[in-house]
């Protein structure tokens, strides 16, 4: 008797705390909030990640904000990348996300098809997107639908140690046109000038970007624009083998270095430790490089291409974008932070780069003058991709949202020999196809 | 295994010699004390030397923070050393000063956390643990069974359960998720440590309270509490340095950054995407430290009152 | 000397424990007094602890990804568990790790606890520095120092050299990556050094000087006394050791930043969940691991239990 008593409550409470689960989990998709802006007090909220130095300049741009808009209270957080997302899967999965958020391609796709981003075209009269370039709007939308707004735009380039090649005297080719060969030649000369105390390059290997950028030098794409992987064995292939010469020629150091180097802070790479003279890097990065490495000349070179690659290869990536939670309770306010943040003069001349060089061209203007020689380097070298620039690739799609985390791991078996670059091509293709389907 | 007989079958159930007074061990031979201080010099040399390296091995990397600390940005890294050529103190006044609150108000919300944790966890665990050691009841296997299996879930599949629980109670952004808990006894690592503690008393000393007509609650607070010290302390000392430490229950229910502890807020000099400032990561790693070190250094004093101490008394 | 003449004033033959009047009560004579002591566990077990473990073992049924409402799938999981390279991986790592470096820190800390335990000058000072590397935790400081230590050319292979040895990338080798992070582990033995300081401050000082007297030897004493009467506090180290090292996260999260790499070599079993559950919003998967990994852990802790009346020894 007692214990029927006890299994019943015992049930009661299994029960209770399923459905407490998934009823919070129906929430996710149903925004209820005006598409106008309203005259009464409102607070609304905003995430990002980022380090100090950002935390100041956007709770300084949330102060202009509030003083334009008295009856509106923006609560700012900041967090740092790894615990960002995980508070974000976790107060979204909660029911609880903020209003505003900050974003990263890489998982865009992943959000918003599962309903937990507002459709920013609602509020098109508030938040204006019309000055940014069709190709950069467009990878801020999914199956034509906006969902967040680029910020900054980054493109990958390699960095390179002037300093440690003026040292050896080593000197560049026009960089402009340079081939992947010129590249392979310069970075065995830097390791045969050291007499191997340092070496040329820290190859590719394990991000999406440089593959992305690999692959459409022949054509080919990482995934289509319904989101499936259209990535090509042969390209992959190819790409690890590159990586793999470089290892072999003695121009990039060993498996182990390189594995050292895939979870190292920018202060511990080698570029700012001086243990090679090129990195790839998104160009964004460059200024923070430059701040860990204080005692060497660096700079930005865009990515070598290939004889007969296919024009137009370039592309430009928006490096974050603002998104609004299709939960939130006051998406119009929330639009006009968006809005504030992305078109307002006195935030493009406020934010600078810290966020990449911005999306917004107008911005870009407001900002040339102020520049630092980082920052110009960096924007010398956007404007020329954006010159040779070509269609968009298909944001990362729903369940590839790890698929630079898979990507370093192969390159890893690759380095370390484990396997063949033809065989990790094999099954990396086989990996991300299925969990693209799996998700969908 | 023949060790086993020898084992099972332990000293204490031979009190057969009293144990010596103070005057007996002052009447030993003299020659006999001497060549015993000797050998005993000797050996504690010995234990010294041995400590010294080790604790040396321990240290190193503590030294190394609050030497980093004092350098320069840009000088810390391939820098394993810890002479100091620069005596920079710019990052401690640089990273107290960098984010929204001066970093003393982070070490205050912290402080407020361990505080609550750890009366929570003193009272209720120790609550627990006494029942479980030393009552009869109904369903005691089964409930000591599921108090150690809840402990066996890693933290990241329960934690969006949780937290849908918190946010219904309302409860987010505030210290309750990270407090209350600690009051209902859900941290069964302390209630095992305390049964232990407890089950190394002699059964007699209760029974023959229980006889002179105690009922539980005194024989817990009068008698048990007091020879349960050491246990007290290690899980006030402990949950001091873990709720101190503690980094995703932090993160997660509290969202106002001037409610952040200090444990969030220093990682908010380092972010994998953006500039980072490691000099004043390194500054308030040291000055959060402090605390801690401090708080172990005082309440290890408190480890050394076992029945040995109050027996004496 | 008060409680202890007492306790032996008391101390009866075997057999004869207790006076029959108490003998003869119910088995659950405690049942009131229980319920009022254990009745803040039971509230925090019923309101906060149980309802997250019953949804995490649901949800392990089901196709959860975080944002959409969870798809019963049966034993779908189960089945997935079964062919997944990658969590048989990360299985054999978490084993090696749990079978290398539970008893090696538990020896180092006992023998540490006991050469601390009493007699030497400046005692508590040692006790603070030995304990100093369990403070610093999760640190991020000290995935940098790591690093500067093990890395390729770091202050560990600076040493190797004076001898003419090249050290390997210790940390960023798949080879040594484990065995690093084993050091690490063993390192932080401050938790248990201080449960079996604690456990020794409750083991009569005269039990010794009585065995002293009889001229048993310090290994003797430390073979009849010490060990016998410690046995509950190792046991209790040992459970919580080998629960704690099944759980380790956040050593290895730090040092391999969250990869679990080099090519999985630190991929351990919460690792590989943490990814799933967060990285790949496989929450419906990732607890289907973390429910195996109950019962893993349940299994062991069961054989300790089983085990322990063998050799853990208690007064009542």
């Given at each position: 008797?007692?214990?029927?008593?006890?299994?019943?409550?015992?049930?009661?409470?299994?029960?209770?705390?399923?459905?407490?689960?998934?009823?919070?989990?129906?929430?996710v998709?149903?925004?209820?909030?005006?598409?106008?802006?309203?005259?009464?007090?409102?607070?609304?909220?905003?995430?990002?990640?980022?380090a100090?130095a950002?935390?100041?300049?956007?709770?300084?741009?949330?102060?202009l904000?509030?003083?334009?808009?008295?009856?509106?209270?923006?609560?700012?957080?900041?967090?740092?990348?790894?615990?960002?997302?995980?508070?974000?899967?976790?107060?979204?999965?909660?029911?609880?996300?903020p209003?505003?958020?900050?974003?990263?391609q890489?998982?865009?796709?992943?959000y918003?098809?599962r309903?937990?981003?507002?459709?920013?075209?609602?509020?098109?009269?508030?938040?204006?997107?019309s000055?940014?370039?069709?190709?950069?709007?467009?990878?801020?939308?999914?199956?034509?639908?906006?969902?967040?707004?680029?910020?900054?735009?980054?493109?990958?380039?390699?960095?390179?140690?002037r300093?440690?090649?003026?040292?050896y005297?080593i000197?560049?080719?026009?960089?402009?046109?340079?081939?992947?060969?010129?590249?392979?030649?310069?970075?065995?000369?830097?390791?045969?000038?050291?007499?191997?105390?340092?070496?040329?390059?820290?190859?590719?290997?394990?991000?999406?970007?440089?593959?992305?950028?690999?692959?459409?030098?022949?054509?080919?794409e990482?995934?289509?624009?319904?989101?499936?992987?259209?990535?090509?064995?042969?390209?992959?292939?190819?790409?690890?083998?590159?990586?793999?010469?470089?290892?072999?020629?003695?121009?990039?150091?060993g498996?182990?270095q390189?594995?050292?180097?895939?979870?190292?802070?920018?202060?511990q790479?080698?570029?700012?430790?001086?243990?090679?003279?090129?990195?790839?890097q998104?160009?964004?990065?460059?200024?923070?490089?430059?701040?860990?490495?204080?005692?060497?000349?660096?700079?930005?070179?865009?990515?070598?291409?290939?004889?007969?690659?296919?024009?137009?290869?370039?592309?430009?990536?928006?490096?974050?974008?603002?998104?609004i939670?299709?939960?939130?309770?006051?998406?119009?306010?929330?639009?006009?932070?968006?809005?504030?943040?992305?078109?307002?003069?006195?935030?493009?001349?406020?934010?600078?780069?810290?966020?990449?060089?911005?999306?917004?061209?107008?911005?870009?203007?407001?900002?040339?003058?102020?520049?630092?020689?980082?920052?110009?380097?960096?924007?010398?070298?956007?404007?020329?991709?954006?010159?040779?620039?070509?269609?968009?690739?298909?944001?990362?799609?729903?369940?590839?949202?790890?698929?630079?985390?898979?990507?370093?791991?192969?390159?890893?078996?690759?380095?370390?020999?484990?396997?063949?670059?033809?065989?990790?091509?094999?099954?990396?293709?086989?990996?991300?196809?299925?969990?693209?389907?799996?998700?969908? | 295994?023949?060790?086993?007989?020898?084992?099972?079958?332990p000293?204490?159930?031979?009190p057969?010699?009293?144990?010596?007074?103070d005057?007996?061990r002052?009447?030993?031979?003299?020659?006999?004390r001497?060549?015993?201080?000797?050998?005993?010099?000797?050996?504690?040399?010995?234990?010294?030397?041995g400590?010294?390296?080790?604790?040396?091995?321990?240290?190193?990397?503590?030294?190394?923070?609050?030497?980093?600390?004092?350098?320069?940005?840009?000088?810390?890294?391939?820098?394993?050393?810890?002479?100091?050529?620069?005596?920079a103190?710019?990052?401690?006044?640089?990273?107290?000063?960098?984010?929204?609150?001066?970093?003393?108000?982070?070490?205050?919300?912290?402080?407020?956390?361990?505080?609550?944790?750890?009366?929570?966890?003193?009272?209720?665990?120790?609550?627990?643990?006494?029942?479980?050691?030393?009552?009869?009841?109904?369903f005691?296997?089964?409930?000591?069974?599921?108090?150690?299996?809840?402990?066996?879930?890693?933290?990241?599949?329960?934690?969006?359960?949780?937290?849908?629980?918190?946010a219904?109670l309302?409860?987010?952004?505030?210290?309750?998720?990270?407090?209350?808990?600690?009051f209902l006894a859900t941290?069964?690592?302390?209630?095992?440590?305390?049964?232990?503690?407890i089950?190394?008393?002699?059964?007699?000393?209760?029974?023959?309270?229980?006889?002179?007509?105690?009922?539980?609650?005194?024989?817990?607070v009068?008698?048990?509490?007091?020879?349960?010290?050491?246990?007290?302390?290690?899980?006030?000392?402990?949950?001091?340095?873990?709720?101190?430490?503690?980094?995703?229950g932090?993160?997660?229910?509290?969202t106002d950054?001037?409610k952040?502890?200090?444990?969030?807020a220093?990682?908010?000099?380092?972010?994998?995407?953006?500039?980072?400032?490691?000099?004043?990561?390194?500054a308030?790693?040291?000055?959060?430290?402090?605390?801690?070190?401090?708080?172990?250094?005082?309440?290890?004093?408190?480890?050394?009152?076992g029945?040995?101490?109050?027996?004496?008394? | 000397?008060?409680?202890?003449?007492?306790?032996?004033?008391?101390?009866?033959?075997?057999?004869?424990?207790?006076?029959?009047?108490?003998?003869?009560?119910?088995?659950?004579?405690?049942?009131?007094?229980?319920?009022?002591?254990?009745?803040?566990?039971?509230?925090?077990?019923?309101?906060?602890t149980l309802?997250p473990?019953?949804?995490?073992l649901?949800?392990?049924?089901?196709?959860?990804?975080?944002?959409?409402?969870?798809?019963?799938?049966?034993?779908?999981n189960?089945?997935?568990?079964?062919?997944?390279?990658?969590?048989?991986?990360?299985?054999?790592?978490?084993?090696?790790?749990?079978?290398?470096?539970?008893?090696?820190?538990?020896?180092?800390?006992?023998?540490?606890?006991?050469?601390?335990?009493?007699?030497?000058?400046?005692?508590?000072?040692?006790?603070?520095?030995?304990?100093?590397?369990?403070?610093?935790?999760?640190?991020?400081?000290?995935?940098?120092?790591?690093?500067?230590?093990?890395?390729?050319?770091?202050?560990?292979?600076?040493?190797?050299?004076?001898?003419?040895?090249?050290?390997?990338?210790?940390?960023?080798?798949?080879?040594?990556?484990?065995?690093?992070?084993?050091?690490?582990h063993?390192?932080?033995?401050?938790?248990?050094?201080?449960?079996?300081?604690?456990?020794?401050?409750q083991?009569?000082?005269?039990?010794?000087?009585a065995?002293?007297t009889?001229?048993?030897?310090?290994?003797?004493?430390?073979?009849?006394?010490?060990?016998?009467?410690l046995?509950?506090?190792i046991?209790?180290?040992?459970?919580?050791?080998i629960i704690?090292?099944?759980?380790?996260?956040?050593q290895?999260?730090?040092?391999?930043?969250?990869?679990?790499?080099?090519s999985?070599?630190?991929?351990?079993?919460?690792?590989?969940?943490?990814?799933?559950?967060?990285?790949?919003?496989?929450?419906?998967?990732?607890?289907?691991?973390?429910?195996?990994?109950l019962?893993?852990?349940?299994g062991?802790?069961?054989?300790?239990?089983?085990?322990?009346?063998?050799?853990?020894?208690y007064?009542?």
């Amino acid at each position: 008797m007692k214990s029927t008593i006890h299994s019943r409550v015992l049930g009661g409470i299994a029960a209770a705390a399923v459905s407490m689960l998934i009823l919070s989990g129906c929430a996710v998709g149903g925004g209820d909030g005006s598409t106008t802006l309203s005259d009464k007090p409102v607070t609304i909220s905003l995430n990002w990640w980022g380090a100090a130095a950002r935390d100041k300049l956007t709770r300084t741009a949330i102060d202009l904000f509030e003083k334009k808009h008295p009856n509106i209270t923006v609560k700012g957080q900041s967090t740092e990348w790894a615990g960002y997302w995980d508070k974000l899967a976790t107060t979204v999965a909660g029911g609880q996300a903020p209003d505003v958020m900050q974003f990263d391609q890489l998982y865009l796709a992943s959000y918003a098809q599962r309903g937990a981003l507002a459709d920013l075209d609602k509020y098109s009269k508030i938040l204006d997107t019309s000055d940014l370039p069709a190709s950069i709007r467009g990878q801020g939308q999914l199956k034509d639908t906006m969902y967040g707004v680029p910020i900054g735009l980054v493109t990958t380039g390699i960095i390179v140690n002037r300093t440690m090649l003026d040292k050896y005297g080593i000197s560049l080719p026009d960089t402009d046109s340079w081939t992947w060969d010129d590249l392979a030649g310069i970075a065995q000369a830097v390791t045969k000038a050291s007499g191997g105390s340092v070496h040329g390059i820290n190859p590719f290997g394990g991000d999406t970007p440089s593959l992305t950028l690999w692959a459409r030098q022949y054509g080919n794409e990482l995934y289509d624009k319904s989101g499936n992987v259209v990535l090509k064995e042969s390209v992959l292939e190819s790409y690890w083998q590159y990586m793999l010469d470089q290892i072999k020629s003695g121009a990039a150091p060993g498996a182990s270095q390189l594995a050292e180097g895939a979870s190292a802070t920018i202060d511990q790479s080698d570029i700012a430790t001086g243990k090679t003279a090129m990195t790839f890097q998104p160009s964004a990065v460059l200024t923070a490089f430059q701040a860990a490495a204080p005692d060497k000349k660096l700079d930005l070179l865009p990515l070598p291409s290939r004889k007969g690659a296919h024009k137009g290869y370039q592309y430009l990536k928006p490096s974050m974008y603002w998104t609004i939670s299709s939960k939130s309770k006051h998406p119009a306010e929330a639009a006009e932070l968006i809005d504030f943040l992305t078109t307002d003069p006195e935030v493009g001349k406020l934010f600078g780069t810290e966020r990449g060089t911005p999306a917004n061209p107008a911005f870009q203007k407001a900002i040339a003058p102020k520049l630092s020689p980082t920052d110009v380097i960096v924007s010398d070298v956007i404007s020329k991709a954006t010159a040779i620039a070509g269609d968009a690739p298909a944001i990362t799609p729903v369940g590839a949202g790890d698929s630079d985390t898979i990507l370093g791991r192969y390159s890893q078996d690759v380095q370390f020999g484990k396997k063949t670059p033809k065989e990790a091509a094999k099954e990396f293709i086989a990996d991300l196809t299925k969990a693209v389907k799996d998700a969908k | 295994m023949t060790d086993q007989q020898t084992v099972s079958r332990p000293a204490p159930t031979h009190p057969a010699r009293p144990p010596l007074t103070d005057e007996e061990r002052r009447s030993r031979g003299a020659a006999e004390r001497a060549a015993l201080l000797r050998r005993q010099r000797l050996a504690s040399i010995g234990k010294h030397v041995g400590l010294i390296l080790l604790g040396l091995l321990m240290l190193y990397p503590v030294l190394w923070m609050v030497v980093s600390s004092l350098r320069p940005n840009g000088h810390i890294f391939g820098n394993p050393g810890l002479l100091l050529d620069t005596f920079a103190t710019q990052n401690y006044t640089k990273g107290w000063n960098a984010l929204a609150q001066p970093f003393g108000s982070y070490l205050l919300n912290s402080a407020i956390i361990v505080f609550g944790s750890i009366v929570g966890n003193v009272v209720t665990c120790s609550l627990a643990a006494y029942a479980f050691a030393r009552l009869r009841f109904r369903f005691k296997r089964l409930s000591f069974a599921a108090m150690l299996v809840t402990m066996m879930l890693p933290i990241h599949v329960l934690i969006i359960p949780q937290y849908v629980l918190f946010a219904q109670l309302g409860w987010i952004n505030t210290y309750l998720p990270l407090i209350v808990p600690k009051f209902l006894a859900t941290d069964g690592f302390f209630i095992f440590l305390m049964v232990q503690f407890i089950r190394g008393i002699p059964k007699e000393l209760d029974e023959a309270a229980r006889i002179d007509g105690a009922g539980h609650l005194r024989i817990f607070v009068q008698l048990m509490l007091p020879l349960m010290t050491p246990a007290l302390a290690t899980t006030a000392i402990f949950t001091f340095i873990w709720t101190w430490n503690d980094f995703f229950g932090q993160l997660i229910y509290v969202t106002d950054p001037d409610k952040y502890t200090a444990s969030v807020a220093l990682r908010s000099f380092v972010d994998s995407q953006s500039q980072s400032d490691y000099g004043a990561l390194f500054a308030m790693s040291v000055v959060t430290l402090l605390p801690v070190f401090l708080a172990f250094l005082f309440g290890q004093r408190f480890l050394l009152r076992g029945i040995a101490t109050t027996g004496g008394k | 000397m008060s409680a202890l003449n007492e306790l032996r004033a008391l101390k009866v033959p075997k057999g004869q424990k207790g006076t029959p009047a108490l003998r003869n009560k119910s088995e659950f004579r405690d049942n009131k007094a229980a319920a009022l002591f254990l009745a803040p566990w039971i509230i925090g077990f019923l309101a906060i602890t149980l309802g997250p473990v019953i949804v995490s073992l649901y949800l392990s049924f089901t196709d959860y990804n975080l944002l959409q409402n969870p798809n019963f799938t049966g034993l779908e999981n189960a089945q997935r568990m079964l062919e997944d390279p990658r969590l048989h991986q990360s299985l054999g790592v978490t084993l090696i790790y749990v079978v290398v470096s539970v008893p090696v820190q538990l020896i180092v800390a006992l023998a540490i606890a006991v050469l601390l335990d009493r007699g030497l000058r400046g005692l508590s000072f040692y006790r603070s520095i030995l304990y100093l590397p369990s403070l610093l935790g999760g640190s991020v400081a000290i995935a940098v120092l790591w690093r500067l230590v093990f890395g390729t050319s770091g202050l560990v292979n600076a040493l190797l050299a004076v001898f003419g040895i090249t050290g390997p990338g210790w940390i960023s080798s798949p080879d040594t990556a484990l065995s690093t992070l084993i050091i690490l582990h063993v390192w932080t033995f401050g938790a248990p050094m201080v449960i079996f300081l604690a456990g020794l401050r409750q083991i009569p000082r005269q039990y010794y000087e009585a065995a002293s007297t009889d001229g048993a030897s310090r290994l003797r004493q430390f073979r009849s006394i010490t060990l016998p009467l410690l046995s509950p506090i190792i046991f209790f180290n040992l459970v919580l050791g080998i629960i704690g090292a099944f759980q380790s996260f956040t050593q290895a999260y730090v040092v391999s930043n969250g990869s679990g790499g080099p090519s999985d070599s630190t991929l351990f079993i919460t690792l590989y969940l943490y990814q799933k559950g967060f990285g790949s919003f496989q929450m419906g998967y990732a607890s289907a691991i973390a429910w195996l990994l109950l019962i893993i852990i349940a299994g062991a802790t069961a054989i300790n239990f089983w085990a322990s009346k063998y050799w853990v020894f208690y007064d009542d």
